[in-house]
């Protein structure tokens, strides 16, 4: 992947894609992964405006991944069950019932959205999940979470073969057991485990915050592994933003070339990122 990028206020003013093509070509044949959280995803108009980034990067060569998640979807189709929902370390304790009002709202409703948002601005994408043609199979992470899974096996053939008819694969965040298990798994440690797959060249974490930010306030551009490991010792890494950095941590150790937490609601996050020399958000690197 070459590291020359456009600038932002080129990007923001340009009015055709014909002026915009020479820039997106550099990233021909780069594999991106982008995880879409539910908090990131808001109106049909963020929606649409994912999407177009998505199909823009696919049609400049680019093969994008798309993992999402929807923890508020599911929170509120558990309301309407009335099924309570316990939460440990960011993750969300999962009972049986619980597993399928996951499994319906994420396979469901969240991904055929997506699927459908993607393909309303020309691109072709297909949902999956980890269930899918053996992509994920996973362990249980720790008994008393009840049906959270951890990825153990990752088989990436699917994405590779949808990546050769240029079809955007688009992975809700649950994966098969051993003994035929359904696993719901956190949205970024399913994203770092398919990026790792992959080997990609770029994890992008879409969030509702600007990027890491720290003591001061201040967002950290640049993180190096011990500063995580101390930001999150001295509590200034804190919530759902430690599992975000643990997996970006797992993410680059093993052999995805930079991660990128930033906020998916700014308009045209991922292509800011990719396309711009400020880039956006927090990098890590190996
Ligand atoms: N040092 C930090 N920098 C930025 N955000 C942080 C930090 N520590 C904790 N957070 C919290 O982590 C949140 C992002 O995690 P989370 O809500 O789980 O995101 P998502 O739902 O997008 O996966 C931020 O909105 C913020 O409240
Ligand atoms: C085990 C676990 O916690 N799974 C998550 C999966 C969805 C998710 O990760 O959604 P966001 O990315 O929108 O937070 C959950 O049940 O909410």
């Known amino acids: 992947m070459k590291t020359q990028k456009m600038n932002r206020d080129w990007i923001a003013t340009a009015r055709t894609l014909s002026q915009a093509l020479p820039y997106l070509q550099r990233y021909a044949g780069a594999t991106v992964v982008i995880k879409f959280g539910g908090n990131a995803m808001g ?25 999402h998640g929807g923890g508020p979807m599911i929170n509120a189709m558990l309301d ?62 720790n008994p008393d979470l009840g049906f959270v899974g ?28 051993r003994n035929g298990e359904t696993f719901n798994i956190n949205g970024d440690t ?41 930001l999150i010792a001295e509590g200034v890494i804190a919530g759902g933003m430690i599992p975000k950095t643990e997996t970006a941590l797992a993410a680059v150790e093993g052999g995805v070339r930079a991660v990128v937490i930033l906020d998916g609601r700014a308009p045209n996050a991922c292509l800011l990122e990719l396309y711009t020399d400020h880039g956006a958000g927090s990098m890590i690197r190996a």
């Open 190 to 230: 399913m994203a770092g485990a398919i990026a790792a797959a992959l080997k990609a060249d770029r994890l992008l974490l879409l969030t509702d915050i600007e990027g890491v930010k720290g003591a001061d306030g201040e967002v950290l551009t640049e993180l190096s592994a011990d500063h995580i490991r101390e």
């Open 80 to 141: 309407k069950l009335e099924i309570k929902s316990d939460w440990v370390n960011g993750k969300r304790v999962t009972d049986k019932a619980t597993v399928e009002v996951v499994e319906m709202v994420l396979s469901g409703r969240v991904n055929k959205r997506i699927v459908q948002a993607i393909n309303a601005e020309g691109g072709k994408a297909v949902g999956l999940s980890g269930k899918d043609a053996g992509l994920v199979t996973c362990d249980q992470t």
């Open 43 to 67: 109106s049909d108009e963020d929606m649409a405006s994912f999407a177009r980034d998505i199909v823009l990067m696919r049609h400049v060569g680019v093969n994008p991944v798309v993992v």
């Open 150 to 177: 951890t990825p153990s096996e990752v088989d990436p053939t699917i994405l590779q073969d949808l990546a050769a008819s240029e079809t955007i694969p688009v992975i809700a965040p649950l994966g098969a057991g």
